[in-house]
T-cell receptor, first 112, second 115 residues
Framework: AQTVTQSQPEMSVQEAETVTLSCTYDTSESNYYLFWYKQPPSRQMILVIRQEAYKQQNATENRFSVNFQKAAKSFSLKISDSQLGDTAMYFCALASGYALNFGKGTSLLVTP | DGGITQSPKYLFRKEGQNVTLSCEQNLNHDAMYWYRQDPGQGLRLIYYSQIVNDFQKGDIAEGYSVSREKKESFPLTVTSAQKNPTAFYLC??????????????FGPGTRLTVT
């Protein structure tokens, strides 16, 4: 069985600061992908970043970067220079076959 | 513009009625998925389809049915057998190679309320 755990139900950060969202996972597969999705109040799910398990280099997309620790099965998301538009639910997800397994999400509030 | 459309955005039904949620994609993706989202929960997989005329049950398929007659379309029917159908439903699609699907792209969702 595959599981994804997000241990921080809610977080807040001030505008322009940096915040890190945590995610741990469990899988017995050797080939898998990890993703972070953002769900703003509109409820549209938006892909933020992806990481292939076979790649050692951490993925980066503009202000978003990950810290992928394969041995520890940890996949955290760092948001730099936080903006008000980053306020959203953030979901960590694991894919090792046909479908995604999602964590329960972290609600991030960016304050002025 | 390529994307995934779901209709309607809001849907209201009386208990005991079947209802069908629409999902269409023009991304030429092979695989399509239906998820259910409840408050405080992540997304849970209802059904998925990797090719036309074939689909598999996900984790919570009871009370739901699907069809995949065209590559672009994957409608979901919520039947009267679904005990707690009020939820937010998300459709997604992705490329799928060798049984492995890559990042999924989501539609805007349908909020179903059954009273």
């Amino acid at each position: 069985a595959q599981t994804v755990t997000q241990s921080q139900p809610e977080m807040s950060v001030q505008e322009a600061e940096t915040v890190t969202l945590s995610c741990t996972y469990d899988t017995s597969e050797s080939n898998y992908y990890l993703f972070w999705y953002k769900q703003p109040p509109s409820r549209q799910m938006i892909l933020v970043i992806r990481q292939e398990a076979y790649k050692q280099q951490n993925a980066t997309e503009n202000r978003f970067s990950v810290n992928f620790q394969k041995a520890a099965k940890s996949f955290s998301l760092k948001i730099s220079d936080s903006q008000l538009g980053d306020t959203a639910m953030y979901f960590c997800a694991l894919a090792s076959g046909y479908a995604l397994n999602f964590g329960k999400g972290t609600s991030l509030l960016v304050t002025p | 513009d390529g994307g995934i459309t779901q209709s309607p955005k809001y849907l209201f039904r009386k208990e005991g009625q079947n209802v069908t949620l629409s999902c269409e994609q023009n991304l030429n993706h092979d695989a399509m998925y239906w998820y259910r989202q409840d408050p405080g929960q992540g997304l849970r997989l209802i059904y998925y389809s990797q090719i036309v005329n074939d689909f598999q049950k996900g984790d919570i398929a009871e009370g739901y049915s699907v069809s995949r007659e065209k590559k672009e379309s994957f409608p979901l029917t919520v039947t009267s057998a679904q005990k707690n159908p009020t939820a937010f439903y998300l459709c997604a699609s992705s490329f799928a190679v060798g049984g492995f699907s890559y990042e999924q792209y989501f539609g805007p969702g349908t909020r179903l309320t059954v009273t």
